[in-house]
């Protein structure tokens, strides 16, 4: 959640000038007013197939990309020619050099939704505020689009072009997991990827505090999620019974025997390579535990301790319907999140913790990736940060939930997170992910598109 204090009424940004006055903002920055168009249009996920539709949001990035001369395509599952009823947007972004292998630049159109009730302002008005834009998507991840297409609008102004071809995606659905989204692209359009090897989105990018110095979080993997039905199945009849195959105790066991395992820190490549950076920067002995390292990376602890292990957690027991009636049967579900390459071990320790009278069926299964720290991308990324924040350093981390990338691992494209995003020390940005008073300094937003713009330049 978001924790700083707001001061309503007191402009905290110096970059916006007369922006922080009056209600038209008619002199806002192009990525901020672009940003701000984006959070209007309610393109809330509500998931399950059940969204409010990208459809506007997607027509207004489409117009965008023409109106600078790119020739953006729309598809999306449902589809009659004209209209998708879950529109992508994709087009290409001629670089100086075609001969270089295309990078893949993508976010999300979709949000998760929001409960007015619970906030301080609209959350689809697009409220500028405090030196911040206010609303749902301004950090996940409608900010990305608009440094996107800031950039696309600047460059074409100033006659620049990013040095490789650019495919740009801008996906439907990835707040339900994109199948009608980035997954159905990959699927039923791969040739729009073709020769792509690297793919740049969300999340990282973001800074931390380690140690008194500034970090930026690259996103260079993430874990899996497998989603588990366990099911028992008994003798149904009357409660008043000696019964021995009751399906809700069988159920009640089998959960506490999943609650019950303790699973240990094993450091991956990213992780081991994140948390000696932390121990650099934060001046910590070598012999300091992993999770004491990550205590040290401030607002990011509650994320980045969740990827130094596998996690088992049991969300939903469903049981019984009267209170003298033993059922037949009775379910469970567990969300169950591997680190990458650790699906079928984690398994094969969820059903030996079960025992064999427990069903376990697979609902929804995505596989984590890592992706090397390291590489000409890698290396990019690291010097345009080096050229706008010439202090700060970059820091790997693993995701501990999934993207649009990982459906882009399947067309063998790398995937990373880095939306470069510095935000006040006392900012709590990955706090802000579908949280109430969602919202992101205009000061990250004018950083953001100076960082990807050097970044398209120098990659
Ligand atoms: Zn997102």
């Known amino acids: 959640m978001v924790t700083h204090d707001d001061a309503a009424g007191v402009p905290s940004d110096s970059h916006v000038g007369a922006a922080r006055h009056g209600d038209n903002h008619a002199d806002l920055p192009d990525v901020v007013r672009i940003v701000r168009d984006l959070v209007r249009f309610d393109t809330t996920n509500y998931g399950g197939g059940n969204a409010r539709g990208e459809g506007p949001a997607a027509a207004y990035i489409a117009e965008f990309l023409r109106s600078q001369g790119l020739e953006p395509v729309i598809v999306g599952p449902e589809a009659t020619p004209d209209a998708p009823a879950r529109p992508s947007v994709v087009a290409r972004w001629p670089g100086q050099d075609s001969t270089l292998p295309p990078l893949v630049l993508h976010g999300h159109t979709d949000v998760v939704p929001a409960d007015a009730s619970d906030w301080s302002v609209d959350p689809f008005a697009g409220v500028i505020r405090d030196g911040c834009l206010w609303g749902r998507g301004s950090v996940d991840m409608k900010n990305m689009l608009g440094l996107i297409l800031a950039n696309v609008q600047h460059f074409t102004e100033q006659g620049r072009r990013p040095r490789r071809d650019v495919i740009l995606a801008f996906f439907a659905d990835e707040e339900a997991g994109g199948s009608a989204g980035a997954a159905w692209l990959v699927l ?199 050229q706008h924040d010439p202090e700060a350093v970059v820091l790997p981390y693993l995701l501990n939930a999934g993207t649009d990338n990982v459906s882009l691992t399947r067309l063998g494209i790398t995937g990373y997170g880095f939306v470069p995003t510095r935000v006040p020390d006392d900012f709590d940005f990955p706090g802000s992910y579908h949280a109430v008073d969602e919202r992101i300094p205009l000061s990250a937003l004018l950083f953001g598109e100076q960082v990807l713009g050097d970044l398209l330049e120098r990659y």
């Open 188 to 386: 039923q359009h791969p040739e729009l990827f073709a020769e792509a090897r690297v793919a740049l989105s969300e999340v990282g990018g973001y800074t931390i505090t380690v140690g008194g110095r500034r970090a930026y979080l690259l996103q260079t993997g993430e874990k899996g999620h497998t989603w588990l039905r366990l099911r028992a199945r008994g003798t149904a009849g009357h409660a008043s019974a000696v019964n021995n195959d009751n399906p809700v105790t069988a159920i009640a066991r089998a959960v506490s025997a999943i609650g019950a395992i303790e699973w240990p820190i094993e450091l991956t490549e990213t992780t081991r390579a994140l948390v000696e950076g932390i121990r650099d920067l934060a001046g910590l002995p070598a012999s300091t535990p992993p999770e004491d390292m990550v205590a040290a990376a401030g607002f990011a602890k509650p994320f980045l301790s969740a990827t130094l292990r596998n996690t088992t957690t049991p969300t939903v027991i469903n049981a019984g319907y009267m209170q003298n009636v033993i059922p037949a049967s009775a379910e469970a579900l567990v969300d169950v999140r591997p680190l990458p390459g650790q699906e079928e071990p984690v398994l094969a320790r969820v059903r030996e913790a079960v025992g064999p009278d427990v069903a376990i069926e697979i609902i929804e299964q995505g596989i984590g990736y890592e992706s090397p720290f390291d590489g000409d991308f890698v290396q990019a990324i690291q010097q345009s940060i080096a």
